[in-house]
């Protein structure tokens, strides 16, 4: 199936020059970090902990880009489709419609394995297994023709992954065909809290292959659990690496001023 064209802002490639197409978030302040939004085909690993506001930043984005006449996909691997589907009710940018019209897909991986016929009864991908599974997410993507991808969580596909070298090799071998059908993707991964070393993943192994991290966390001020977002890294563009505050509102995420709360009532971090 032919792919979809979207018309994208062109920016300059900072390593190359090279002029480099943006998928555009539509999320309130992240494009202005993004320098107008993430480069086309490229792999973000969307890294936090429990409650930071990762699912709801990645379910806006493939909303987002489904309103704007793209074709859209939400792979669920610890969830059931129907559980994600009742969930999206209480978002206020959510639209059914873009569901009905094949803008918005959601798909199971509990179900797409038992499609392939895969057999994990020690809890584990075979070799066998992860190229099935690799060329499902092909199939879903070419057929469809899906430009925005999320796969929530890559740590609980990583977790079925043998070793280290085969969590690479999937990423990385996701990464290239994702990239050559023009589909940007983001992988939701779990971290822990570590007051010694910041992580981005569990197995240390997926920010390495991605092309941007955006991390994702929660900050104590005065007392309060205030949401935090920065962005690492991000391939093919010029971005800001500062923290921002994030507020989960009823139409959306949206970006504020990152204070530091002192007695004068607060100065803006810089």
């Known amino acids: 199936m032919a792919k979809k064209e979207v018309t994208k802002p062109i920016t300059l490639d900072p390593r190359g020059g090279r002029p480099r197409d943006k998928c555009v978030t539509y999320i ?18 969307l890294a936090g902990t429990v409650g930071s506001g990762k699912t709801t930043l990645a379910m806006e984005f493939l909303i987002n880009g489904a309103k704007a006449g793209e074709t859209c996909c939400y792979i669920s691997v610890t969830e059931p489709s129907s559980k994600m589907l009742s969930n999206l009710q209480t978002y206020g940018f959510f639209d059914d419609a873009l569901v009905k019209e094949g803008k918005l897909n959601i798909f199971d991986l509990t179900v797409i ?13 075979t070799a066998k297994d992860m190229e099935a599974l690799l060329g499902a997410f092909e199939d879903i993507v070419d057929e469809l023709g899906v430009t925005r991808l999320v796969i929530d969580s890559i740590t609980a596909v990583c977790y079925q992954l043998p070793d280290k070298g085969s969590i690479r090799n999937f990423i990385f071998r996701l990464s290239q065909f994702l990239s050559t059908f023009g589909c940007t993707t983001m992988l939701i991964s779990e971290t822990v809290v570590d007051s010694n070393v910041q992580t981005y993943s569990i197995f240390g192994v997926e920010e390495a292959v991605a092309d941007g991290v955006v991390l994702m966390g929660n900050i104590i001020r005065q007392g309060d659990l205030l949401r935090s977002l920065q962005v690492v890294k991000m391939r093919g563009t010029k971005h800001s690496r500062a923290r921002h505050l994030i507020e989960l509102t009823p139409i959306g995420l949206a970006v504020v001023p990152l204070l530091k709360w002192g007695q004068d009532g607060g100065q803006a971090f810089t």
């Open 113 to 125: 394995n038992d499609r392939l016929g895969v057999e994990r009864l020690d809890g584990t991908y």
């Open 28 to 45: 309130e302040g992240i494009d202005r970090i993004l320098n107008g939004g993430i480069p086309i085909g490229n792999i973000t690993l």
